[in-house]
C-alpha cells in the first residue's frame, strides 16, 4: 500500500474511520447533582407558614418552662402588706439563682414563698381568667397564690421584739428598719421572742400593721416560720408600673448581725 492510500484510509488528520460516535456537550443548563441535592434539602426544610408558627411556639413555651422552673419567674403582689417596698399591683421579678446549690435566703433578702398552711386562701391572688390561668403555668403571666415577705431571721438567730426603744433585735442586734418600713410603722405591735429552727425562715411585711406574716402565725403549728424549702426565690426587680421599676437591694442594717 503507497503513503497516499494510508493517508486517504485515515480520513482527515488526528481522526479514524473507526470512531463512528461522538460525544455530545453538555448542556451549561443542566443542574450538577450537588445542585439538585440542595434544591431538594430545601424543599423539605421549607414548612407551611401555619406549620413554622406552631414550632416556634412549642419552642417558646419550652424555653418559658425551663426559664421559670431554674432562673426565674413572675409574680404580682396582690396586697399592701409590703408597702411601700412593693405595692398593690406591682409587677415583679423573682430569680433563683442565688439559692442554687447552697445558697439559701439571707437575713434582709425579699422572697416569694409557698403558703406553709393556712396563711392564705386557697384562691388568693390567682387569676379567674383560663388563659392567664394557662400563660401562668408557663411562666409567661405573673403567678398568684403565694406570698411576699422580708426575712428577718434565719435558722439558729432569736428574733426578739422589741428592745427598750422599741426595735426589733436579731441575736441582741437592734435593727435599723427605716431603709424600708412603711412610713409611720412601728417595728411590731406585737411582742414575740423566738427561736428559729435550722431550715427555717422567719419573716415579715414592710407594712407592719397590715402585714399577716410570722408574728400573726406564731401560734400555728408552725409557729410562723416558714420551711427554706418553700421558698421560690428572691425578688429582685419591679418591672411595672414603670414608674414604681426599680432594683431591690439587701437594706445595710443586716450586716451588723452576726
Known amino acids: 500500500m503507497t503513503d497516499q492510500q494510508r493517508h486517504e484510509d485515515r480520513g482527515p488528520a488526528g481522526t479514524s474511520d473507526t470512531d463512528d460516535t461522538e460525544q455530545e456537550p453538555r448542556s451549561s443548563a443542566s443542574p450538577?447533582?450537588?445542585?439538585?441535592?440542595r434544591r431538594h434539602a430545601q424543599a423539605r426544610a421549607s414548612l407551611p407558614l401555619w406549620q413554622e408558627s406552631l414550632l416556634l411556639l412549642a419552642v417558646a413555651l419550652v424555653l418559658a418552662i425551663v426559664i421559670k422552673a431554674l432562673f426565674m419567674q413572675a409574680f404580682y403582689i396582690p396586697s399592701g402588706s409590703m408597702n411601700d417596698t412593693l405595692v398593690l399591683n406591682d409587677r415583679i421579678l423573682v430569680q433563683k439563682v442565688s439559692y442554687w446549690g447552697d445558697g439559701e435566703p439571707q437575713r434582709g433578702d425579699?422572697?416569694?414563698?409557698?403558703?406553709?398552711?393556712?396563711w392564705l386562701d386557697a384562691a388568693a391572688g390567682e387569676s379567674s381568667n383560663p388563659v392567664a390561668k394557662a400563660l401562668e403555668l408557663f411562666g409567661l403571666y405573673p403567678t398568684g397564690g403565694h406570698l411576699v415577705k422580708r426575712v428577718i431571721g434565719v435558722g439558729g438567730d432569736r428574733v426578739k421584739c422589741c428592745d427598750?426603744?422599741?426595735?426589733?433585735?436579731?441575736?441582741?442586734?437592734?435593727?435599723?428598719?427605716?431603709?424600708?418600713?412603711?412610713?409611720?410603722?412601728q417595728p411590731s405591735m406585737i411582742d414575740f421572742d423566738v427561736k428559729v429552727e435550722e431550715g427555717y425562715l422567719w419573716v415579715q411585711g414592710?407594712?407592719?400593721?397590715?402585714?399577716a406574716d410570722s408574728r400573726v402565725h406564731l401560734g400555728d403549728p408552725g409557729g410562723g416560720q416558714v420551711p427554706v424549702d418553700d421558698v421560690v426565690g428572691k425578688v429582685f426587680a419591679v418591672v411595672w408600673p414603670l414608674g414604681h421599676a426599680k432594683l431591690l437591694q439587701r437594706p445595710a442594717t443586716f450586716e451588723s448581725v452576726d
Open 206 to 211: 414592710d407594712n407592719r400593721s397590715n402585714s
Open 110 to 118: 425579699i422572697v416569694v414563698f409557698a403558703d406553709p398552711g393556712g
Open 164 to 185: 427598750k426603744r422599741g426595735r426589733i433585735t436579731v441575736n441582741g442586734v437592734p435593727l435599723n428598719e427605716g431603709a424600708y418600713l412603711a412610713p409611720g410603722q
Open 32 to 37: 450538577s447533582p450537588t445542585d439538585r441535592t
